[in-house]
């Protein structure tokens, strides 16, 4: 399985962006996929959440802003960001595993070892 992102770039506050993951050898569908954020020095952060059966959940700093989805026609994962703010800078990566874990609704957090299959990541840089 293979996961790669794209879409990142440098934007000013206020703007939009979407992301994208493609997936090879094995289908969205089949997966529970999320996004994670990272800035240099700090552990990746689960923002978004899709489960097997498509049900979503997001971390509060990103709800009403960030929206993550399935395109199952082209197997892909995006991850449309609107509003976009400076602390929203970092590295996004794409992660896929077979089981769902939590729902973010439940505050618990997402772990990196929760997902079996990463991307390499795409940058966003937010100026303010």
């Known amino acids: 399985v293979q996961l790669v992102e794209s879409g990142g770039g440098s934007v000013q506050a206020g703007t939009s962006l979407i992301l994208s993951c493609r997936v090879s050898d094995a289908s969205v569908a089949d997966f529970a996929m999320a996004w994670f954020h990272q800035v240099p020095g700090e552990e990746r952060e689960g923002v978004a959440l899709?489960?097997?059966?498509?049900?979503?959940s997001y971390v509060d700093s990103v709800k009403g802003r960030f929206a993550i989805s399935k395109d199952k026609a082209n197997n892909i994962l995006h991850l449309e960001m609107k509003g976009l703010k400076p602390e929203d800078t970092g590295m996004y990566y794409c992660?896929?595993?077979?089981?769902?874990?939590?729902?973010?609704?439940?505050?618990?957090?997402?772990?990196?070892?929760?997902?079996?299959?990463w991307g390499q990541g795409t940058q966003v840089t937010v100026f303010p």
């Open positions: 899709i489960g097997r059966a498509g049900y979503t």
């Open positions: 992660a896929a595993d077979f089981d769902t874990p939590p729902s973010l609704d439940e505050g618990v957090g997402l772990a990196q070892a929760d997902f079996a299959y």
